[in-house]
RNA sequence: GGUGGGGUGGCGGAGCGGCUGAACGCGCCGGUCUUGAAAACCGGUAGACCCGUCAGGGUCUCGCGGGUUCGAAUCCCGCCCCCACCGCCA
């Protein structure tokens, strides 16, 4: 959520910002709303303020004369029954007044809240403007020894490969029939090596964040309630997105979801906590199961091990103090761990900045990696695939944004004792099965085997090669 | 699933219709004392929102929502959550 003392204050930075990000939330009306609404709020003070000023007179007058009541001789009591009434009506009469007020406000509120959880995180003015994906700016690529993206995998390595659904195929490593039979489309039973593998990548990644970068491991629920996934702003803008399990039995409101990353569950953690600011930042890995509908992809990467409902996902977070520099710091570092997991694992891939259009509501600026997958691409004259970078991993800056939606907040010297909403980032460690797609892909030899590469095999009982 | 007990400030814990945004204790911060520290003593210590350039003023919040009342942390209704024991069980 942005911070509307700052949309009123300038209110042109957000329609900017929604503009770039495709957003047609009306922020003028937001402002509408805001202003009556604040206009609501002092009248409907003023006329407490009164109301409790004369409580405080009446009370105790009207205490005193109901004691005299209680004594008083028949012929005195319909005098002091009509005072009393008259002290009882004053405030009573200014008690309409503060409700009506209050139902004004009761009207009003629900829609400008929604309009406020719509309004989108302004980019940052370096991130290029652009409609979607499409738009987004290569940053550089990273290449292992003796091995060149730009050029074909034949060309490397002097044979044509095979894409991943034909290696996990050919391998036994997935089965997808059961899978489907079980699930539905897009779904899948790993199997044999297949399952050990994705263990071993997922077990290495973790290992790396924690051991390597000093992340404190956390499992968290995936099983979340409605205010969690408001909270991380995965709703209501992507509510679609997540699978819903209804609870009807304890009525409506109450309902679950499942979460699509482990963000969710990291970045619930202090929701309405006040942090010390001396136990910043904080540094949280999980690795968990991740469900996603894959709404209005139907069609899209429908072959293979891509684009799925449930996959396993390391991920890591940071939550820091308010502080641009910092943030933009940390964002850098948590690129760098994923380039040095890469880089161990010799895998090609390259850094996208993403364009305005491509950022999503919660980002101020947002980094993809991408590594390079032979089985993907533009065809080649024999109908093979040429090979194509494809998104892995997706480095997100948020500023305040997430945690002022989750009231989360921290405090210490620099803030003056006083509570500051933090700055909170994300970003993937590693997300499989989709991750064994270059793995596969890139490690795979001539004869259709696999060559396990060297950190794995710890992992994989010292296996050297699959098939 | 059953039965019982609870939800008050950073924590513990009073209050059970007005003097209570909340006693008291602990913790934390500042000060006195001390060579320094501890102890002792003194003082301070919730959050949100609105108005105001500042100083300051006001409103709301004792799990959440509604009601009774001139007045609710205190009474009533609904909901949520937590704990204990029993049952079931990965």
Redesign the pocket.
Known sequence: MID??ALRDDPERYRDGARKKNSTVDIDRILMLDTER?RL??E???A??EQ?V??KE???Q??KLMKELKTAPGGAKAALEAQIEEL?NK??AL?ETVQEYERSL?QMEPELEALLLEVPMPPDADVPVGAGSEDNVEIRTWNPPGFDASKSFEENRGFSPKTHVELIRDLGLTDFERGVKMAGARSYVLTGDGMRLHQAVLRYAFDFMVEANGFTPVSVPVVVREECMVGTGFFPTGRDQAYHIEES???SG?DLFLTGTGEVGLMGLHEDE?LDEETLPRTYTTVSTCFRREAGAAGKDTAGLFRIHQFDKVEQVVICKADEAESREWHTRMIGFVEALLQSLELPYRLLQCCTGDLGQKNADMIDIECWMPGRGEENAKGRPTGAYAETHSASRLYDFQCRRLNL?Y?GESTG???VVCHSLNNTVLASPRFLIPLLEIYQNEDGSVTVPAPLRGHMGGRERIG
């Open positions: 509307l003392k604040r709020l002092s409907r003070e003023n407490r303020a409790r004369l409580e009446a009370g105790p009207i205490g009882r405030p009573a008690k009761q039995k304890r009525g109450h006040i907040r405090r004792g006083k509570p």
